[in-house]
């Protein structure tokens, strides 16, 4: 249950952050003075701003939440992996000797520093991609068009 919880975490987080993206890409864009140059670097660095922004929040929540809403979270991953060695047949001595490095990565600072840390490398790889979308202006509505 927990996997699927996990993919469908990271299904939602990856539409949010395009969304977001996007939509700061576009509205960077569009506010660009029209004799300004627009390119993919522009783009990208609007994403990268964005996505710094929002990963800056994400951990702040994140440790916020793992420190003071729901401090026996680590506790709850620590016994999930725990298990799932068990499970996958790993001797008790060797589950042993790895649970306190697991507990010493499951602090919440280091849980809000390991959040911002992929967070940041996700919305660059995302706003890379995202930029190629955004680095041209839309055609200009000719006249003619218009009339």
Do not use: H
Not at 28 to 53: H, M
Not at 69 to 92: D, W
Not at 103 to 116: C, D, G
């Amino acid at each position: 249950r927990s996997q699927i919880a996990q993919w469908i975490q990271l299904a939602v987080g990856t539409v949010a952050s395009i969304a977001c993206l996007a939509a700061a890409m576009r509205a960077k864009r569009a506010s660009a003075p029209a004799d300004q140059e627009w390119g993919y670097g522009a783009a990208f660095g609007g994403g990268v701003l964005t996505g710094f922004l929002g990963v800056v929040i994400g951990s702040v929540f994140g440790y916020l939440y793992y420190k003071l809403i729901n401090p026996n979270l680590s506790e709850v991953l620590v016994q999930i992996q725990l298990s799932a060695m068990a499970e996958k047949g790993m001797p008790a001595k060797a589950i042993s000797d790895v649970e306190p490095m697991m507990r010493r990565w499951m602090m919440p600072e280091i849980m809000a520093l390991m959040q911002a840390l992929s967070g940041l490398i996700g919305t660059t790889a995302l706003s890379a991609l995202i930029a190629l979308f955004f680095r041209q202006r839309p055609p200009a509505p000719t006249a003619a068009a218009s009339s």
